[in-house]
């Protein structure tokens, strides 16, 4: 069968996922917006000599979200939910580390110079990789640990051969799902600027704090609520800037 076959298909899908969540789609338009406009001054920073190891970790995490989410978001639109939900896992998990690396700088550094060398497996398997239930058991006291692996498990249950996965996507179109991913799209577009702005806050001008309050605030009044990733234990709460929306009074 011709793939070119299929796009005016698909593009009526699309067009049907714009007339129903036409306010959702313009806040994740918006928020991916900001989010680019956040990696071009966060690497402005550094254009002129070379970022040190652990902003340059974080910034590529950044970076890789942001064209994540982009890519999240066209899928969701075509109603494609699964790899929508696989892509955004992936950025969950990215954005959970990189907290744990900015709470432990120490170990950002380790785990950089370790890369390419012949410790480098023995290192990972070590840290086990460094996955959801190592970070989560780290960074979040036991009371949110839960909420965190609920989140994971659903994500998950659309990237794996899991029953509960199957019939969401193609040629099934699910308008409930597609809500979901792109609700989604927004609490880890937050998630992913708060990440960046507490390592770089120190360099940001005033008014680069206003478009990062703004993109912040935005995506807090639409969802009616502050998506929480940072971390809560408490070895690690006390070291963190931004928490639990406080970007209004920080930023």
């Known amino acids: 069968m011709s793939i070119s076959g299929n796009w005016n298909f698909l ?8 007339q129903e969540n036409r306010s959702l789609i313009e806040e994740c338009e918006k928020a991916l917006q900001n989010m680019e406009s956040v990696h071009h001054l966060t690497a ?6 070379e970022m040190p190891v652990l902003e340059s970790i974080v910034h590529g995490y950044y970076r890789r979200n942001y064209y994540y989410l982009y890519s999240s978001f ?4 075509m109603g494609f939910i699964n790899p929508s939900q696989n892509l955004q896992r992936t950025v ?12 432990n700088p120490k170990e950002a550094k380790q785990y950089y110079e370790v890369l390419g060398t012949k410790d480098e497996e023995k290192y990972l398997t070590r840290k086990e990789r460094y996955g959801h239930s190592y970070i989560r058991k780290r ?13 994971y498990r ?8 899991n029953l509960k996965g199957i019939f969401l996507d193609f040629p099934n179109y699910k308008a409930e799902e597609i809500q979901v991913v792109l609700n989604n799209i927004l609490g880890f577009a937050y998630g992913n600027i708060q990440m960046i702005t507490e390592l770089f806050f120190d360099l940001l001008s005033y008014s680069e704090k206003d478009l990062i309050k703004t993109a912040l605030k935005n995506i807090a009044v639409f969802k009616k609520f502050v998506p929480l990733y940072e971390p809560d234990s408490e070895k690690y709460a006390s070291l963190l800037r931004f928490k639990k929306g406080n970007f209004e009074n920080n930023l």
Request: aromatic share 14%; glycine share 4%; net charge positive.
């Open 44 to 49: 402005k920073k550094y254009k002129e000599i």
């Open 11 to 18: 593009l009526e899908r699309v067009k049907k996922t714009e």
């Open 74 to 77: 066209i899928l969701g639109n």
């Open 92 to 103: 969950y998990e990215t954005i959970l580390l990189g907290y744990y690396f900015i709470v």
């Open 139 to 151: 960074i979040f006291k036991e009371t949110t640990q839960e909420s965190h692996k609920q989140l």
């Open 154 to 161: 659903e994500l998950c249950y659309r990237s794996h051969p």
